[in-house]
């Protein structure tokens, strides 16, 4: 697998967002709604929605690094619609890795050119961190397994034609009972209510999903108990170490933007960027940054190169900080550039917003310190 997205790719993505994201994400953002159908197929044609399918299910067969890089790209200026073209574009790779013959032929076409969109369905309207506890119930039938309950919170939610949705088995089993089961959101027995309302995170489309007696057939067993909550866990090592890096790149533009503005902007004689306390200010931003980036470097080299626990601490370590780091650096951004700042022509204010919303996000950040926690005796032994 290529590590690196190459020019023609980046390219090709920072085309679709100068002219279908740049121009309209204030506006989705005003009339709080997610990006139109047709940007995801807008996504699809620039490739975002393949990029680490193999090859030989049709698309670009890149790393993570690299699905990481092309993400970030379009968080400079719309995190919440990357994080929602990404959780459509896990579902494409979920299937590429671990679906039939016949799923793949129904969904991975479609999920990778834009035309169906999928989600991945944990969270619970009273299940949120600790997703063992999860209520929602497969019970066996005579001809497959009934789902009962509901989902919240889940990106995509509203436009999701096919849903990950991970259930409970045995109920009192906790992990053990767990099981991913694909969920075809045209059948019956599954409604999605409206998203939330969400300052700075419509774009993502967070809505609840209610079962009532929805029926699964047996292949649509996606991972079995005893499999379900560990696929949910190597998956959401790489989702936290991208919603970091989605963090890191909305600091670097805020910087870029603030260095830009400042350069210009004229106050007592000299350009506002030359006065001590704002350089200092936004060297802080940029030390800060640094040190977040060199976090998410290391989460990528082990996911891509270590065994899968190899990857939750520095995984951990990377979403605490950048998310952390982003909502303080992000409001330095904006405070060098004066109320101008938060003009909504400027990403800043939206990117202060999804900062915050990135602290829940794949495992809130007390999760992430208790991650941290508890294994500090083994980390740290005496000298
Ligand atoms: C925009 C958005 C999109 C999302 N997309 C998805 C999605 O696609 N799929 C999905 O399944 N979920 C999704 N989620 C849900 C997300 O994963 C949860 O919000 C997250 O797991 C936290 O759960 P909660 O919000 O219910 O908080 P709770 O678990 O109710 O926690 C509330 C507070 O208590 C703290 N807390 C809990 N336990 C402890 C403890 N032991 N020690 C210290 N503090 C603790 C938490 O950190 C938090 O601050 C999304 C959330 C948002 C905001």
Redesign the pocket.
């Known amino acids: 697998m290529d590590a690196e997205i190459d020019g023609e790719l980046e390219d090709r993505i920072r085309r679709f967002r100068r002219e279908a994201v740049d121009p309209f994400v204030a506006g989705w953002e005003a009339a709080r709604t997610m990006a139109p159908v047709e940007v995801y197929r807008k996504a699809g044609k620039a490739g975002l929605l393949s990029i680490c399918v193999p090859v030989e299910h049709g698309g670009l067969g890149l790393s993570f690094g690299a699905k990481t890089r092309a993400f970030d790209i379009v968080s400079e200026t719309a995190m919440g619609t990357a994080f929602s073209l990404i959780?459509t574009h896990n579902i494409a790779e979920r299937f590429a890795e671990g679906g039939s013959a016949e799923q793949r032929e129904r969904w991975l076409p479609g999920l990778m050119d834009g035309s169906i969109i999928g989600?991945?369905?944990?969270?619970e309207p009273g299940v949120?961190?600790?997703a063992t506890a999860m209520t929602t119930t497969a019970t066996k039938v005579a001809d497959g397994l009934r789902i009962d309950g509901a989902?919240a919170?889940?990106?995509n939610a509203p436009i999701a034609d096919v849903v990950v949705a991970y259930v409970q088995t045995e109920p009192g089993s906790g992990a053990a009972g767990i099981a991913g089961i694909l969920v075809d959101t045209g059948r019956p027995g599954v409604e999605c209510a409206a998203a939330e309302a969400?300052v700075g995170?419509h774009g993502?489309g967070?809505g609840t999903f209610v079962f009532d007696g929805y029926l699964a057939e047996p292949g649509d067993v996606l991972s079995p108990a005893g499999e379900g909550f560990k696929t949910l866990i190597s998956g959401i090592n790489g989702a936290r170490t991208y919603v970091a890096s989605m963090c890191c790149a909305m600091v670097r533009a805020s910087l870029a933007i603030a260095l830009d503005y400042g350069g210009e902007r004229r106050a007592f004689g000299s350009a506002i960027v030359d006065f001590q306390g704002l350089r200092w200010s936004l060297a802080e931003v940029a030390n800060q940054l640094t040190a977040g980036q060199a976090l998410v470097a290391n989460a990528i080299d082990a996911i891509e190169h270590g065994a899968p626990r190899d990857a939750v601490l520095p995984a951990a370590h990377a979403k605490k900080f950048a998310t952390q780091m982003a909502e303080p650096a992000i409001a330095s951004c904006i405070q060098a550039m004066g109320a101008a700042g938060l003009r909504d022509d400027y990403p800043l204010a939206r990117h202060l917003a999804a900062a915050r919303?990135a602290s829940?996000?794949?495992?809130?950040?007390?999760?992430m310190t208790?991650r941290i926690a508890r294994t500090l005796p083994t980390d740290y032994p005496l000298p």
């Open positions: 959780n989600c991945t369905a944990i969270t949120g961190s600790d989902k919170w889940i990106t969400m995170g993502i967070a919303i829940f996000t794949d495992g809130s950040t007390e999760m208790e």
